[in-house]
Structure formats: C-alpha cells, structure tokens
C-alpha cells in the first residue's frame, strides 16, 4: 500500500476517532450534568463512597480529565476537602476504563450496528426540539463516530500490516514504550483516545514488540499522561487545586511506578495471565487497563491521609490569603449547571458583604461614629469588586453554552443588580451620618426605637431570602412578601408620626430631609431583597 495513502487514512480515522470522542464527551457531560451535581452532593468522609462517585460520574461523562477538572474546580472553591478529592480522583481513574471497554467491542461484529448510531443521532439533532433531545442525539453519533474512526484506522493498518508490523516488532524497550504512552496522551489530553488506538491497532492484528508485555508499558504511560490536563487546569487556581492536582499525579505515578517494576520481573506477565483468560487482543488490553487501576485503587486507597499531607508538604499554603474566596471557577464554565450552582453561591457571599455594608453605614448613623464610614466603604468596594466578576462569568457562561438554564442567567443579572442597589443605600447611611452630625440633628430614643425595629425586620426578610437563594425554596416566598408588608407599613407609621411631631413642634424641620429619605432608602431595601427571593426561587 502507497505510503501515503496509509497516512491519509491513519489520519482520517483519528481525526472522526476524536470527534467522536469529542462530541460523545462533551454532550454526554452537558446532559450528566445534574446528575453529577447529585452525585457530588453525596460526598462524605467515606472513601468507598466517593471512589464509587469519581468512578460514576467519569462513566457518565466518559472522561477522567474532565472529571478531575471539575473535582479540581470544586477543592479550588472549598466546596469539597483534599480527602474527599483523593478518593474520589481515584475512582475517577476507574471509571475512565469503561471507554476502552467500550472501543474493545471493535473486535466484534457488533461494531457494524453501532456504527449506525451516526446517522441515527444525527437525525435525532436535526428533527428534535428539545434541547435534552438534541444532545441526546449528538452524543449517540460520537458514540458511533468513535467506531467508525477505529474502523478507518483498523482497515488503514491491516492494508499496511507487514510494514507497519516491521517498525513495531523492533520497538521493544520498556522505557521507550512508557514515555511514548505519556507524551501521546499529553498531547491528545486522554488516556482513553490513546488506549484506543492502542486497541484499534490490535483489531488490525498488529502487535509491539514480541507480543507480550510490551503494549502494557504504553498504557502504564498514558495513565500518567492523563494528569496533564488537571495539572494545566491547576496552574492558575488555589493551593488546595494545586495539590489536588498534585495527588492525581502522586497516584497514577506511584501506581504505574510498581506495574512497571512488576511487568519487567514478570516478562510474560500478558500471555500468562490476559492472554489466557481473553481470546480478542482488544479485550485483554482493555481489561488490563480496568485491572490496573482497581489494583493501584485498592492498594493506595487506605493511604488517602499521607497522600493529602504529602502533597501539603510539597505546595506550601501561601503566607496571606483571603478570608473569603470566590466561588467562581472557570472550570465550571463546561458545565452550565454546576456554574449556575457556583454563582449562586457567590451572589449569597456578595449578599452578605452587602448586607454588612449596609449594618455598618446604619450602626454609624445610629451612633453618629464617622469612623465607622470608612469600614462601609471598603465593605462597598468588595460588593462591586464580586458584582463585576460575577458579571464577567455570565457573559462567559452565556458565551461558551446554549442551554435551557437561560432563565438561571436572567434571574442572576438581575439579582446581582439588587445587590448593588443594597450596596448604595449602605453608602446612603453614610452621607446620612455626615448630615446628621455637620447639623447637629438628635433623634429621640423612641425615634431610634421604632428605626430599630425597621432595620430588624429588614434583617429578619434577609435571612429568608438568603435561605430561598441557598435552597431554591419558594414555598418561603409568602413569608418574604408578608415580611417586605410590614417594612412598607412601618414606613408609612414612622413618617406619619414625624409629620405629628413636626405638627407639634417637638421635632426639628431640617431633621426632616434626612429622616424621610432614611427611612425610604430602608423600605427600598426590602423591596430589593424581595425581588431577588422571587428571581432566584423560580
């Protein structure tokens, strides 16, 4: 067969291979996505547990590396601790095996059938409206592109075997074998997509070597190539994202450290063991893979603490940190669900620090203490400086996903501009203090009561509207608005009665520009917070 044609083809049928694993992926995520936020839910102290987690959430997605990504993404945030992640990584190294028992079916006369799944969920993404559906449909036409990629390489390598067999019969060192394993899953960023040319090449018939341990050195290399991705995802983030990236890597190489040393004792290790209980040379290297990492799970599982504290040894924690980090992530960002949940979680911290604000701007007023404006203020800045990211990883978000979650992103642009507007009537206070104290107002101490009992019920429709955003509980949304009544009542009592006082001249006139607009800007805020209860608990 022409060279070149042999090429061409390799080629072709990598390039359908890895859309397919493409399309399969990355829609296959889209749609596991709420059930990967279920799954994450349950993590606990439990190792068996969460490795059962890591292992079905990357079976659902159907990529280690996203996984990890994600497990990543959420240490970074502190939504899960380094041991809840170390278990959890090594499932997900478990998982990742059920693509090549999948591409091992390649050697069967099944393929044929699934290959049909092309056309099939391509219709399904043409004819189909629902969203769901449609990626429903993609994912079954990556499932079937996948096989009609390994069908294209297989048919390219059987037509060129004898001289393709030549080059790999020569290729026999161990060492060789282990970084060809790691640098070609560095570069596709899978350890799945290089195990399954691995498979497809044993469909065509070929073998490495003299056929017996030394197709087993690459995928002991590709488990440790798999780790560029989490590593590269790490870069940027927190210390415990980096060593959780750090354990992932500690794992896969201590683990493929042993098989290497145990394949080299044992040369007949394949044909003596896989060899025998498999027929279909397909089969024994997906099997292999499965085995490896169940054993090298079963070995270091039990080890999970010296994992977290060596990894704690060597990414020191940073000498000054903030004392409330962001929960956004831009590893969420793939999975339009999980980054709702995250901004949620960060609209809730800007709550909080625009709710704080705006008790530090009224405590100044209350007690007429101008060094207390200075806290307010920086108090502010830290509500605009989570108000403008938040926006950023919205517009990313809405960039990079079409999803039905649209109403999610509307509801959260609006709510993130009733914070601000929290925020301003915080800053509110504060010019109300300068007021008051350049023009020598007093309020009377029934006058301070009744602004007490205000603030209190604006405090008291805080904490359920933060209750309904944290847990989408709308059945608390008749409290709310019962609540936000009262505040536009007592506004109404309080500035009737400083009308009865002015009246009777007990109060001064110039107290009355402040005192209204204060008590106004206080019915406001009850009215912001209710709108963000009523957007964010649909």
């Known amino acids: 067969m022409n060279l070149s044609l042999l090429i061409a083809g390799l080629l072709a049928g990598t390039g359908v291979f890895l859309v397919g694993v493409h399309l399969l992926t990355s829609n296959a995520e889209q749609l596991a996505t709420q059930k990967i936020k279920t799954l994450f839910a349950k993590t606990t102290d439990k190792r068996l547990l969460n490795v059962g987690l890591?292992?079905?959430?990357?079976?659902?997605?159907?990529?280690?590396?996203?996984?990890?990504?994600?497990?990543v993404g959420f240490v970074n945030v502190g939504v899960m601790s380094l041991y809840q992640a170390a278990s959890m990584i090594m499932g997900a190294n478990i998982g990742t095996t059920i693509t090549a028992q999948i591409t091992a079916l390649s050697a069967f006369p099944v393929t044929k059938y699934i290959q049909a799944l092309v056309f099939i969920g391509i219709m399904m993404s043409m004819v189909c409206k629902k969203d769901g559906l449609k990626k429903t449909g993609m994912t079954l036409a990556g499932l079937g592109l996948i096989f009609v990629g390994l069908s294209i390489m297989s048919d390219s390598m059987k037509a060129g075997r004898d001289g393709i067999q030549l080059l790999f019969e020569n290729v026999t060192s161990p060492f060789l074998l282990f970084l060809i394993g790691i640098i070609l899953t560095a570069l596709v960023q899978?350890?799945?997509?290089?195990?399954?040319?691995?498979?497809?090449?044993?469909?065509a018939g070929l073998t490495i070597g003299s056929g017996r341990n030394e197709i087993l050195f690459i995928i002991l290399g590709t488990n440790i190539g798999s780790c560029v991705t989490a590593l590269m995802s790490s870069m940027t983030a927190g210390t415990n994202a980096r060593r959780a990236a750090l354990i992932y890597l500690m794992f896969n190489t201590?683990?493929?450290g042993i098989f290497y040393i145990l394949l080299l004792l044992m040369p007949d290790f394949m044909p003596m063991t896989f060899g025998r209980w498999f027929a279909a040379p397909a089969t024994q290297i997906a099997m292999f893979h499965t085995f490896f990492n169940v054993v090298c799970t079963a070995l270091f599982l039990p080890f999970c603490s010296l994992f977290v504290k060596a990894s704690m040894a060597v990414i020191k924690d940073k000498s000054s940190s903030s004392a409330s980090e962001s929960f956004l992530d831009e590893r969420m960002l793939a999975s339009p669900s999980l980054a709702v949940d995250q901004l949620e979680r960060e609209l809730v911290r800007m709550s909080d620090a625009a709710m704080a604000a705006f008790r530090s701007g009224y405590g100044s007023f209350a007690s007429k203490d101008e060094e207390l404006i200075g806290d307010t203020q920086r108090l502010i800045e830290e509500v605009n400086s989570i108000g403008q990211s938040m926006v950023g990883y919205l517009i990313k978000l809405s960039a990079r996903n079409?999803?039905?979650g649209d109403g999610d992103i509307s509801a959260l642009h609006s709510s993130i501009g009733d914070v601000m507007r929290v925020a301003e009537i915080a800053d509110n206070m504060t010019k109300y203090t300068k007021r008051a104290i350049n023009g020598g107002l007093d309020f009377s101490e029934q006058v301070k009561s009744e602004l007490n009992t205000m603030v209190g019920s604006i405090d008291l429709l805080y904490d359920l509207t933060k209750q309904t955003v944290e847990g989408g509980r709308a059945s608390l949304l008749p409290r709310v608005d019962a609540v936000e009544d009262d505040i536009d009542h007592m506004r109404k009592r309080l500035i009737d009665s400083h009308i009865e006082r002015l009246n009777a001249g007990s109060c001064r006139p110039e107290s009355s520009g402040v005192f209204i607009n204060l008590v106004s800007n206080l019915e406001r805020l009850g009215d912001h917070l209710t709108y963000i209860a009523h957007a964010m608990a649909q």
């Not at 899978?190 to 469909?203: F, L, N, Q």
Request: zero cysteines; charged letters at 5%; hydrophobic letters at 55%.
């Open 254 to 256: 201590f683990g493929a």
């Open 402 to 404: 079409s999803m039905e």
């Open 190 to 203: 899978s350890s799945s997509a290089t195990t399954s040319v691995i498979i497809a090449m044993s469909v």
């Open 54 to 71: 890591g292992a079905a959430a990357t079976a659902l997605i159907q990529s280690s590396g996203v996984t990890t990504v994600l497990i």
